[in-house]
């Protein structure tokens, strides 16, 4: 009787580890890229449910052939490229992942088949690169992302947009918050003096310097991009949100 309550023992130990293995190996992922992101803020979220992580992502940017098709991108630190606005934001369905702790590479096979998927999904942008509107197209991805994060309601890219343009048709400063942010590393209600001091040097401010920043700055809707393209003709050169209302006011003058 022993022996058989032992043997039994055995065989539902041995299942449930299998049935473990098994839910490692196919549970189901959706890794949401979101619009007005950062490729940091991407990867932190996804290190803390243990599914990639920023050095595993690093080194398959470095060694990633499918990257020549974004030689366009400029490289950032460590060699990597710019990954703003490359990604495009979605919902996106993965049966292959694999979390298990008794695999010490599962993370860096993990972060390779994410990586690869997302630049696959990104190709479409990028099938030929034109001018539009003056400016690469890369350069309109930039001035996108900006549209992008500014637009906080989802509601008024294209008369924001029309901000933007105005702006660089005569060589000034867009003096958009949410550039000096992204060097901040953080969102504020209002920035402070200090904030603009800390971003002077930096060639993202958009207070300190004119036309369009460097890379995008965020990831970026084809929504917005469309509305960036095929903006309201404005004369509008200011523009500020109405929390309360959701909703920006417009303006041609700074009074």
Aim: proline share 4%.
């Amino acid at each position: 009787l022993d022996h058989k309550k032992t043997s039994v023992m055995k065989n539902i130990l041995l299942l449930s580890f299998f049935v473990t293995i098994s839910t490692w190996a196919q549970k189901k992922h959706i890794i949401e890229v979101r619009a007005g992101e950062r490729v940091s803020d991407l990867i932190s979220r996804l290190e803390d449910k243990s599914i990639l992580s920023k050095d595993a992502v690093e080194q398959i940017l470095n060694e990633n052939e499918s990257l020549n098709l974004f030689d366009f991108a400029p490289i950032k630190g460590k060699g990597i490229i710019a990954l703003e606005g490359i990604f495009v934001p979605g919902l996106y369905e993965f049966d292959n992942l694999t979390i298990n702790p008794q695999n010490d590479d599962y993370i860096l096979i993990n972060s390779r088949i994410i990586i690869n998927h997302l630049l696959e999904k990104a190709k479409y942008r990028f099938a030929y690169k034109k001018v539009t509107r003056g400016i690469s197209f890369y350069e309109l991805l930039t001035m996108a992302s900006i549209v992008e994060k500014e637009d906080a309601f989802d509601t008024h890219a294209n008369v924001i947009a029309s901000v933007f343009w105005n702006r660089l048709k005569n060589n000034d400063r867009f003096s958009s918050c949410v550039t000096v942010e992204y060097i901040l590393g953080y969102h504020r209600p209002f920035l402070l003096f200090s904030d603009l001091d800390k971003a002077a040097k930096s060639p993202y401010s958009t207070y300190h310097h004119r036309g369009i920043p460097p890379t995008p700055i965020c990831f970026v809707t084809d929504y917005t991009i469309e509305n960036t393209i095929n903006s309201n003709e404005t004369d509008f050169y200011f523009f500020v949100l109405d929390w309360v209302e959701r909703v920006p006011y417009m303006s041609s003058d700074s009074k």
